[in-house]
Structure formats: C-alpha cells, structure tokens
C-alpha cells in the first residue's frame, strides 16, 4: 500500500511538472498507463461534425499507427462517440456497449485491422468544445484483460490532476516562447497570477492579477494575505493543500469559483510550487502555490451533443446530423461519412421519426436552435 501511495504521489508530481516542461508528457503517458494498467495512454482530440482526431501527446502507439488509431480506425469503434458525448470525468469503455464475446468478431479486430491490437480503451472527456471533446485515453491490448474496475479506479485518481495541468499548462504555453525568466512569463498572462506562501500571504502578483486587487471585487489583500472577497469561496483551503504536496490538493476540484451569482462567474486553478521542477521558481519567491484566476469561460455543450441527448439518437444518427449540416446534400453527407447514399437516407428517416420533423431543411434549423448565442469566437 505505501509503495501504491508513493507511486500515485510521484507520479502527480510529475503530471504538474508538464506546466513548465512540455516535453515530458511522453514519459508522464507512460506512467500513466502503467499506473492504471495499461499498455499506452494519449492526450488527444476528437471533432465529432467532421470525425477527425487530433494527438497531442501519446505514448506506446507506434507513430506509423497513430493517425489511423486515433482518426480513420475511431469512426469503426461504437464507444468513441459515447466517449465525446460523456459528462467530463465519466469513463467510457467498448466493453460498455458491447458483450466481450462480440469485441473480437468485429470487423477492426477480425480483419486485424486495429493498430497494434490497442482494442480495450478507457476514455474520458478532459474538455467540451462545440464540436467535440478533448480526451484522455489508456489503452490494452486485445490479448490482455478487458477495461475492469481497478483500471476505472485507478484512471480516477489521476485523471482530475491530468486536467488541471493540461489547462494550467495552455495558459502558460502561449507566453513560454517569448519569456525571459519564470516573472516577465506570468506577468505576460491575460490571467490574474498569485504566487503565495502556506499561509496565503501574497508574494507576487501578475499585472493583470495585480489590476484584479486593485477593483478588489474578486479578490484583495488582508494583512498581506491573498483573501476571496466572497466569504464562501474555498481558496485557502486549496493553497494549504498545495503546501502539503502535490496529490494532497485532491482531485475533486479542478477548478474553485472564486464569486457566485449574481457577479459574473471567475475561476482560480491551483498549481503547487512545492516540488519538482516547479520548486526553483516558487523558492525564488518564497511562495508554495500559484493561483491562476480568470474569467469563467461559457464554454456550452455543443448544440450536436444537446440534441444527441434530448431524442436519444445514436453516434450514427448523430455524425450524420453533423454531415448533413456540413454538407448539405446526400451524397456529400455519404462521402462524408463513408457509408452509402441509402444508409444515410435510412438515417435520415430516422431523424425524422425522432426529432418530429419532415425536411432536412427543419433538421438544421432544429441544429441551429440549439447553438447558443454565448459561444466564444
């Protein structure tokens, strides 16, 4: 059990460190998937309107596989859209949509045409976007055991911290490039930085974060201690956290409300200082934690994934209302999707039947209903 704990604890050290060094995402990917019990994990991407993939970060998969795994072989495996459409957190697997006994009669690992035999995936959404999901995947191979629980419960413990660094992460890739030294990287950030002690006292302030205090609605200073301005906001808790290692932050945050209704929605995601590579940069500031606050993305649930859940309509269904949007006419929405003109006008009658509707053109505007108007340019 303790070689367990010290094994979970590097490893979300080493998960917070990819903030600072990219580069080491391989090497984290493949302690992930050994610590979940797995023979390669990704970080990647899938358009759900246009069935393409993107990997950010992968390892095991061999880079000769790697676009037919993650874009042209996905479109064969009925849990992929299951995994687009999940709640952020929740895993998908093949197993849960299809009897063992079926996974190796289908066509991808009968013809062994699944790269790699990479046939048992767990996956889970990391992020919503308004035409797919950004995702984390830990991979088997087809002659090892199936997805089971202890995978499941171990991908838990991990994934929240995946998420929080992959987010952190974005913020400070953009600025790494053109920075000179770790405080002209944060004061470059359009995101409010606060780099504290375990006391919360504030030792470095961003411009931006610095402009923050100054309105003083969302946050201000106390006797030189960092202080929500809404009582209710459950800041220090998570910077002494910080204080006390990575893994003890908890996974059941990612991300803390700094205001509540009816002032417009903030964030703050906590980054420890404490260890790895990000002790130097927190040291030189006597500071064990970075607050980075920002401006609560209305990021909403695509319109697709909204009426995917609303009439219950299949992955297939689905891809085709996103084709049929995209391209219009039937064969476009067939060489789009790969199957033949009858299957996507079989499809299409089943939209119908579903949706309550008669024309393709009344399909779009339903499609167009359901965007929002808060969507982020």
């Known amino acids: 059990m303790f070689r367990e704990s010290q094994a979970l604890s590097e490893l979300v050290g080493d998960i917070y460190d990819t903030t600072l060094e990219r580069g080491s995402w391989p090497s984290v990917l493949e302690k ?3 610590f979940v019990g797995g023979s390669a ?5 899938r358009n759900q309107a246009t069935a393409d993939g993107c990997v950010y970060h992968q390892f095991g998969v061999d880079p000769q596989d790697q676009e037919r795994l993650f874009s042209t072989f996905a479109e064969l495996d009925p849990a992929m859209a299951e995994s687009c459409l999940a709640e952020i957190g929740q895993f998908v697997a093949i197993s849960d949509f299809m009897p063992y006994r079926e996974i190796g009669q289908t066509f991808m690992n009968h013809e062994q045409a699944w790269p790699q035999g990479l046939v048992y995936r767990l ?3 990391r992020d919503k976007r308004a035409n797919g ?3 984390f995947g830990v991979f088997r191979h087809g002659e090892s055991a199936s997805v089971d629980d202890e995978m499941r419960w171990r991908a838990d413990l991990i994934v929240p911290h995946i998420r929080r660094a992959v987010l952190i992460g974005n913020v400070l890739e953009s600025k790494q490039a053109e920075a000179a030294s770790y405080s002209d990287l944060l004061h470059g950030l359009s995101s409010g930085v606060f780099l504290v002690d375990r006391d919360c006292r504030l030792a470095f302030a961003n411009t931006a974060g610095q402009a923050m205090l100054d309105v003083g609605q969302i946050l201000h200073v106390e006797s030189d201690t960092l202080v929500a301005t809404d009582p209710q906001v459950l800041l220090p808790e998570a910077i002494i956290a910080a204080a006390e290692g990575d893994a003890t932050i908890g996974p059941g945050r990612v991300a803390i409300p700094l205001s509540l209704p009816p002032l417009e929605p903030w964030l703050a995601h906590v980054l420890p200082l404490a260890s790895g590579l990000r002790r130097q940069n927190g040291s030189s500031f006597n500071a064990v934690a970075a607050v980075f606050a920002h401006r609560a993305a209305l990021e909403p649930h695509s319109a697709l994934e909204s009426l995917s859940k609303l009439y219950r309509l299949t992955p297939g269904e689905t891809r085709v209302l996103a084709a049929l949007c995209d391209a219009g006419a039937i064969s ?4 789009s999707v790969g199957v033949s003109e009858a299957t996507i006008k079989t499809h299409i009658q089943h939209l119908f039947g579903k949706t309550g509707t008669n024309r393709q053109t009344e399909l779009i505007k339903l499609v167009a209903a359901h965007t929002s108007p808060l969507r982020r340019p």
């Open 32 to 34: 992930s998937a050994e």
């Open 41 to 45: 994990a990704a970080i990647f991407s």
């Open 123 to 125: 996956t889970t959404p």
């Open 133 to 135: 999901s950004a995702l």
């Open 332 to 335: 476009g929405v067939a060489e």
